[in-house]
T-cell receptor, first 114, second 113 residues
């Protein structure tokens, strides 16, 4: 069964500092990987996605993620965090086919201190 | 705006009651997902429909049911409600199932009292 683990429930960083949010997945074939962000009271918004090709993918708001098959990881990074990045971040795994579904991790809450 | 519309935004009801949550997917999207988000369980996948047919089922209780209509909108029916069903219920849609990104609605916040 497919699954996603986000080991960090809560992370606090200072504004301007770099950020890395961890995501490990389990999937039987080549995964499709996603990062979403949820601001308070809002729905989830897609930050970036990986289907194939270049293992370093760029997303919106200056985020990037790197797919490492050997480590079953898809960590999210940002070189310099802004206060507006405070939110909850979800990693998700899916696959091809209309019967497949997205499986989400439990999320990492990011707090940004000024 | 993701293009996915959920109604109502808020719902307060009593235990034992039944409610229906509605979702209109983005134009052209054939697949609809329902998720439940609560503080203790996180984001839980409930069920997926593709072009009117059930395609995947997650941790959906027997008291819950869903369907997707010919116009592709979907409804999630929750019955015999319990306090523990209080949560944020999200609908998402995409074109191809798990092989493409899903777009989320703003959610329906259900409070059972």
């Amino acid at each position: 069964a497919q699954s996603v683990t986000q080991p960090d429930i809560h992370i606090t960083v200072s504004e301007g500092a770099s950020l890395e949010l961890r995501c490990n997945y389990s999937y039987g074939a080549t995964p499709y990987l996603f990062w979403y962000v949820q601001s308070p009271g809002q729905g989830l918004q897609l930050l970036l996605k990986y289907f194939s090709g270049d293992t370093l993918v760029q997303g919106i708001k200056g985020f990037e993620a790197e797919f490492k098959r050997s480590q079953s990881s898809f960590n999210l990074r940002k070189p310099s965090v802004h206060w507006s990045d405070a939110a909850e971040y979800f990693c998700a795994v899916g696959g091809p086919g209309t019967a497949s579904k997205l499986t989400f991790g439990t999320g990492t809450r990011l707090q940004v201190t000024l | 705006d993701s293009g996915v519309t959920q109604t109502p935004k808020h719902l307060i009801t009593a235990t034992g009651q039944r409610v229906t949550l509605r979702c209109s997917p983005r134009s052209g999207d054939l697949s609809v997902y329902w998720y439940q988000q609560s503080l203790d369980q996180g984001l839980q996948f409930l069920i997926q429909y593709y072009n009117g047919e059930e395609r995947a089922k997650g941790n959906i209780l027997e008291r819950f049911s869903a369907q997707q209509f010919p116009d592709l909108h979907s409804e999630l029916n929750l019955s015999s409600l319990e306090l523990g069903d209080s949560a944020l219920y999200f609908c998402a849609s995409n074109k191809l199932g798990g092989g493409s990104e899903a777009f989320f609605g703003q959610g329906t916040r259900l409070t059972v009292v």
